[in-house]
């Protein structure tokens, strides 16, 4: 009699897949596509970001990530003039910084990008705004004794952070135009 060394993983994947398949979790970082339809006809502008930090050019890659993000939604037109948009997403960066996680032998071993950011979402043909959020994200990543790997790794945990605002920013925007939509 031989045993299948693999039957236990696949028994563990199988389980794996039937309880998230159920528990809401979603794997990937795409838009989710809008109840009642497509976004078609929807422009939006999405100026560059304020920023309140002296973090050098954070402005302009946290305003590149929504970007970015917006052009995967199903029929959404960005415009690059605010003043014929119909609809503007506005932000300013209040805070950026560092923070130690864990330490080693001594020194830091482990940082965590912190970024805050407010942001505003405006119907400026009705000249109303349809809300206003804070958000905080936060992205880890490892110290080395190399100074430009630890930028480099600061860099990519820079744009972790500003992924995942993105997606945040961009769902809210995307779940307020289909209650929108709906309720018309």
């Not at 830091?108 to 109303?128: C, G, I, M, P, Y």
Request: hydrophobic fraction near 40%.
């Amino acid at each position: 009699m031989s045993i299948d060394s693999r039957a236990p993983a696949s028994a563990f994947i199988a389980a794996f897949l039937l309880v998230t398949a159920g528990c809401g979790y979603e794997f990937g970082t795409t838009v989710k596509p809008v109840q009642g339809g497509s976004l078609r006809g929807v422009h939006l502008a999405v100026p560059v970001f304020f920023n309140d930090t002296f973090e050098p050019v954070l402005d302009k890659r946290v305003t590149e990530f929504i970007r970015r993000q917006f052009l995967q939604a199903d029929g959404l037109t960005l415009v690059n003039d605010v003043g014929v948009a119909p609809l503007v997403l506005k932000g300013r960066i209040r805070g950026y910084g560092l923070q130690t996680m864990s330490f080693r032998q001594g020194l830091v071993n482990e940082q965590r990008v912190n970024l805050f950011v407010d942001v505003t979402f405006e119907d400026t043909s009705a000249h109303k705004v349809l809300w206003q959020e804070s958000y905080r994200t936060w992205a880890d990543f490892f110290q080395s004794n190399d100074l430009a790997t630890n930028r480099d790794r600061q860099d990519r945990a820079t744009e972790a952070a500003c992924q995942t605002m993105a997606e945040h920013i961009v769902s809210r925007v995307i779940e307020t135009l289909s209650d929108t939509r709906l309720a018309r």
